[in-house]
């Protein structure tokens, strides 16, 4: 059995906004970087493999909380929002006929215009886990965070979600034969030592 760690990166100005990243590589703002240089990886997940995205919010996020370089798997980049990359989620949904939805209602196979589904991502993200072969931490998206989420609850994109994905937290899944399982609570990011 394989634990895995997911943390989801800092926020950008892009979040702060409402806008859709995608597969934009917003870096993290100001405020996320003072926030997370004071904060670092629980016992033991410190010494746990340390992957991201390799989109630089997710790198950056992994570097300031774990004091190293993380590996990057493109397979944890987020999920592609096609033509909405940059729009407001507020004003697709305001307008008439755009096909958005919120994520409650999408199903495995929604998706956005020239982007991908939450099928597409869980194809894409199978095989990096299958490669996994020891304990790990991935920061990465939320995107990536509600398909490995939804597969380990049973969940289908279809009603209120059975978690909540905060800032901070490691959301702990166990992968064994191929199945995923969740820990029922997160673990959050502690204060470090020698943070100001």
């Not at 405020?31 to 630089?56: F, G």
């Not at 999408?106 to 072969?133: F, I, K, M, N, T």
Request: aromatic share 8%; hydrophobic share 40%; glycine share 10%.
């Amino acid at each position: 059995m394989i634990r895995l760690a997911l943390l989801r990166h800092g926020h950008t100005e892009w979040n702060r906004a409402g806008r859709i990243q995608g597969r934009s590589d917003i870096a993290l703002d100001a405020q996320a970087r003072a926030d997370l240089s004071r904060l670092r990886l629980p016992d033991p997940w410190h010494r746990a493999e340390l992957w991201s995205s390799p989109l630089s919010r997710a790198r950056e996020t992994a570097r300031l909380v774990a004091g190293r370089a993380p590996r990057t798997a493109p397979e944890l980049t987020e999920m592609n929002w096609g033509r909405w990359e940059g729009r407001h989620g507020a004003d697709l949904l305001a307008e008439p006929g755009s096909g958005f939805r919120h994520v409650e209602d999408w199903g495995w196979d929604w998706r956005p215009p020239g982007g991908e589904s939450p099928a597409d991502l869980w194809v894409r993200l199978q095989g990096w886990l299958e490669r996994l072969d020891r304990d790990a931490v991935a920061v990465c998206h939320i995107g990536i965070m509600r398909v490995l989420l939804a597969r380990a609850h049973g969940w289908n994109f279809d009603g209120p979600a059975p978690f909540r994905i905060k800032r901070n937290r490691l959301y702990i899944l166990r992968a064994e034969g191929g199945r995923l399982s969740a820990e029922p609570e997160p673990l959050r990011l502690l204060p470090r030592k020698d943070a100001p």
